[in-house]
Nanobody, 126 residues
Framework: EVQLQASGGGLVQAGGSLRLSCAAS????????IGWFRQAPGKEREGVSC????????YYEDSVKGRFTISRDNAKNTVYLQMNSLKPEDTAVYYC???????????????????WGQGTLVTVSS
């Protein structure tokens, strides 16, 4: 059974930090690129960040660049999203996803992702 379990969300004040985790099982984690997406109330889902399978290369959406850091620990089958300097506009449900095609290159195009987790809610207060 394929599982991608996002956790670590919660309520935080603007300027604060959270670390999200995505624990994977049931597939060859080391061979998949992993992406983080988010969907804010009334907004479309958007790509936030991703990391490749081959060497852990990373991508960041412009609005989070310099504030968020994605990393992967293949020994733990886990991907993290460290979120610093949080803003109210970061409020969203955050999802992790896995893409076999993202072995060498990943993107924020949700169409390339094979597996999706259930998401975790991040709320940033003013």
């Amino acid at each position: 059974e394929v599982q991608l379990q996002a956790s670590g969300g919660g309520l935080v004040q603007a300027g604060g930090s959270l670390r999200l985790s995505c624990a994977a099982s049931g597939f060859a984690f080391d061979d998949y690129g992993i992406g983080w997406f988010r969907q804010a109330p009334g907004k479309e889902r958007e790509g936030v960040s991703c990391t490749t399978a081959s060497d852990g290369s990373t991508y960041y959406e412009d609005s989070v660049k310099g504030r968020f850091t994605i990393s992967r620990d293949n020994a733990k089958n886990t991907v993290y999203l460290q979120m610093n300097s949080l803003k109210p506009e970061d409020t969203a449900v955050y999802y992790c996803a896995a893409a076999s095609i993202a072995y060498y290159y990943c993107s924020g195009d949700e169409g390339i992702y094979d597996y999706w987790g259930q998401g975790t809610l991040v709320t940033v207060s003013s």
